[in-house]
């Protein structure tokens, strides 16, 4: 089996896990093994799709600012999380296959596999989105062809992902391809690199 055919029911599983309640305050309660590969993408998921609605809520022209600034708040620990978990994801690729023969003229991609997989499960979302947007009852005719439109492509681009992480995988694999993790190095959270942190020391 394809590693993409691995990921995609465990982002479906998690989208519709999510909107079960539909609440971002929803505790995950993720089924896999802890630590597995498995755990990993559906945890990375259910970052994704709570940080989609996050989106969604700081978008409205009426909202509190307290409450938009504390949500800005829980937005940068997502993205720190997701982060985090991306680069976790990496290092499994790399244990996986740390004892492949490099070949000479083997070349470096240029992201990484767990990068894509964040690509292709932020692509579930929207797909599962805007399918929600076809679905709808209430709208115009134009919008419906609109949003059928832009399914069809997601629909393709998910279909062009996953045949290109599943080559990716496969060509470090054999040696044709390596991989190399390089630590994000945020700079805006840490206190010691942020000058507006550091500078009220």
Partial sequence: MNFTELCKP???QSIKDYHKTDDVSTPIQNPYEVKSIEFYLYLKNWIDTVQ???????RDPNIDPVE???LKRKIDKSNQDRTDLVEMIDSYFLDKYKDVA??????INTESPAWAIDRLSILALKIYHMNEEVLRTDVTPEHHAQCEKKLN???EQQKDLSTAIDQLLADIEAGHKYMKVYKQMKMYNDPNLNP???GKK
């Fill in 10 to 12: 465990i982002f479906i």
């Fill in 52 to 58: 989609w609605h996050y989106e969604d809520i700081i």
């Fill in 68 to 70: 938009a600034l504390t």
């Fill in 102 to 107: 490099v070949c000479e003229d083997a070349t």
């Fill in 153 to 155: 492509v997601l629909l």
């Fill in 196 to 198: 507006v942190l550091y």
